[in-house]
T-cell receptor, first 112, second 118 residues
Framework: SQQGEEDPQALSIQEGENATMNCSYK?????LQWYRQNSGRGLVHLIL?????REKHSGRLRVTLDTSKKSSSLLITASRAADTASYFC????????????FGQGTTLQVKP | GAVVSQHPSWVICKSGTSVKIECRSL??????MFWYRQFPKQSLMLMAT?????????EQGVEKDKFLINHASLTLSTLTVTSAHPEDSSFYIC??????????????FGPGTRLTVL
């Protein structure tokens, strides 16, 4: 079952602007991961943040995690047209099953 | 490293036929593989978890007799959609994880297989 909700569902910005996507989840987690998916393609792993971490950076990506609010955000700075894609958060729950539960996703369009 | 392949990348079949999709981990041993289904403009839905050498564990609502999963080796899992119908048309994505490796937290995703049932 899907436990993640993301907002906004769709986001359209100009190249150079920042894009922020939010993800909320319902149960406790081991870690939370963000993925990108270009239309009709597979998933690309962007970043993983563990439950004991609050913020993580990777290039133009910044992820925050607030376990008290069961939420995470993904910030893409200085966006480019090539960032146009769908972005999904996924939670890896305790129990070591390895299952990832995906959020509904945010579709990002970056206009040149 | 950590490459997962799927074959075929797309397939079109007639209603009532069976289709097999392969998922391979190319440069690591996948102790666990997962199968997801994604309908257009929707998120990924986990269908089942397969551990090498044992029966797959299916998520609620997924028919195990319709979606046969075999994970006979540490590098190969197969999903067979039996007696496919148009409503089974979807994008099927596998992922692999090596619980014994240094990247045990990560899942590595295949490129997906687009199934169209006529």
């Amino acid at each position: 079952s899907q436990q993640g909700e993301e907002d906004p569902q769709a986001l359209s910005i100009q190249e150079g602007e920042n894009a922020t996507m939010n993800c909320s989840y319902k149960t406790s987690i081991n870690n939370l991961q963000w993925y990108r998916q270009n239309s009709g393609r597979g998933l690309v792993h962007l970043i993983l943040i563990r439950s004991n971490e609050r913020e993580k950076h990777s290039g133009r990506l910044r992820v925050t995690l607030d376990t008290s609010k069961k939420s995470s955000s993904l910030l893409i700075t200085a966006s480019r047209a090539a960032d146009t894609a769908s972005y999904f958060c996924a939670t890896d729950s305790p129990g070591n099953t390895g299952k990832l539960i995906f959020g509904q996703g945010t579709t990002l369009q970056v206009k040149p | 490293g950590a490459v997962v392949s799927q074959h075929p990348s797309w397939v079109i079949c007639k209603s009532g036929t069976s289709v097999k999709i392969e998922c391979r981990s190319l440069d690591f041993q996948a102790t666990t593989m997962f199968w997801y289904r994604q309908f257009p403009k929707q998120s990924l839905m986990l269908m089942a978890t397969s551990n090498e050498g044992s029966k797959a564990t299916y998520e609620q609502g997924v028919e195990k007799d319709k979606f046969l999963i075999n994970h006979a080796s540490l590098t190969l899992s197969t999903l067979t959609v039996t007696s496919a119908h148009p409503e089974d048309s979807s994008f099927y994505i596998c992922s692999a994880r090596d619980f014994g490796g240094k990247n045990y937290n990560e899942q590595f995703f295949g490129p997906g297989t687009r199934l169209t049932v006529l």
